[in-house]
C-alpha cells in the first residue's frame, strides 16, 4: 500500500488549491487510496518525508554544481525563488536522476553524457517585512542560506561560499530591477541579467486600449471582463 499512499500524497499537493479541506479530498480517492493514507496525521508525515527528501537532493545537486543563476518572482507577498546550476559530471549518487528529472521538468541534458542544467525551487514564503528592494535581497540570502543546510540543518559553509561566490546569473520580470544591483553584495560574482518584459507589455496594452465598441469578446488575446483591459497568456 505505499506507493499508493506516495501517489495519493502528490495528487494532494498538485490539486490542492481545489480542495478546502482534507476530509473532502480524502472522500473523493478511490477505496484504495483512502485506505493506504490511514490518517490525516500520515498525511502529515508522508508529505513532510517528501518535502525533506526534496532537500536533500536539491543540497546534493548545488553540491556538485558549476556556476549558478538565481529568478524570482512575487505573488502579492510571497516570493518564490528558484536556482539554477550547472553539472558538468554526476557522481554516483546521483546516476538515478536524469530520467526523474527530465520528466518532471527540473534537469535537462544537453548531450549524450552531459553536461546537465538543474532547476530546483529552493524558497516559496511570504515576505517577513517590507515587500522592498532590500527585503527582497534578504529573501534571496535566507532562501540561499537554507538551501546549503545538511540532513543535520547546519550551514555547510565551504558549499555556501562556493554557491555563493560562483553566482553569475539574475533573472526576473521587470519589477525586480534594482534586485540584482544590490544583490552582488551577498553574491559577488552576479554580472549577467535576463529580463522577462511581459508585464510591461501587458501594462502597455491595458493602457493603449481603451473602452470602446472596436473591442469585442470575440477577440481571444484579451480578457474582456477586466478593466483595464489586460493580454492573456
Not at 57 to 79: C, I, P
Not at 93 to 98: A, D, E, S, Y
Not at 130 to 138: H, I, L, P, Q, R
Not at 192 to 212: C, L
Amino acid at each position: 500500500m505505499g506507493y499508493r499512499a506516495v501517489v495519493a500524497a502528490r495528487a494532494f499537493l498538485e490539486t490542492f488549491g481545489s480542495f478546502h479541506s482534507l476530509d473532502v479530498w480524502l472522500g473523493a480517492l478511490g477505496g484504495e487510496e483512502r485506505q493506504a493514507f490511514e490518517s490525516a496525521w500520515h498525511c502529515k508525515r508522508l508529505v513532510t518525508t517528501m518535502a525533506h527528501y526534496e532537500r536533500m537532493q536539491t543540497h546534493r545537486l548545488l553540491r556538485e554544481g558549476a556556476v549558478f543563476r538565481l529568478e524570482a518572482d512575487g505573488l502579492e507577498r510571497t516570493y518564490q525563488v528558484e536556482i539554477g546550476t550547472l553539472l558538468w559530471s554526476l557522481p554516483a549518487c546521483l546516476q538515478h536522476l536524469p530520467k526523474h528529472g527530465q520528466q518532471e521538468g527540473w534537469l535537462q541534458e544537453l548531450g549524450p553524457r552531459g553536461p546537465w542544467v538543474i532547476e530546483r525551487i529552493i524558497g516559496m514564503q511570504e515576505f517577513p517585512q517590507a515587500m522592498d528592494c532590500e527585503g527582497k535581497v534578504a529573501m534571496l540570502e535566507e532562501c540561499v542560506r537554507r538551501a546549503c543546510q545538511s540532513a543535520s540543518g547546519e550551514i555547510d559553509a565551504k558549499m555556501h561560499r562556493h554557491v555563493r561566490e560562483q553566482m553569475r546569473v539574475w533573472c526576473s520580470d521587470g519589477a525586480d530591477l534594482q534586485v540584482p544591483m544590490a544583490a552582488p553584495a551577498s553574491f559577488p560574482g552576479l554580472k549577467f541579467y535576463a529580463w522577462d518584459e511581459s508585464h510591461s507589455a501587458q501594462r502597455m496594452g491595458a493602457n493603449s486600449m481603451k473602452d470602446g465598441d472596436e473591442i469585442t469578446v470575440t477577440d481571444t488575446l484579451l480578457v474582456t471582463g477586466k478593466r483595464p483591459y489586460s493580454l492573456a497568456t
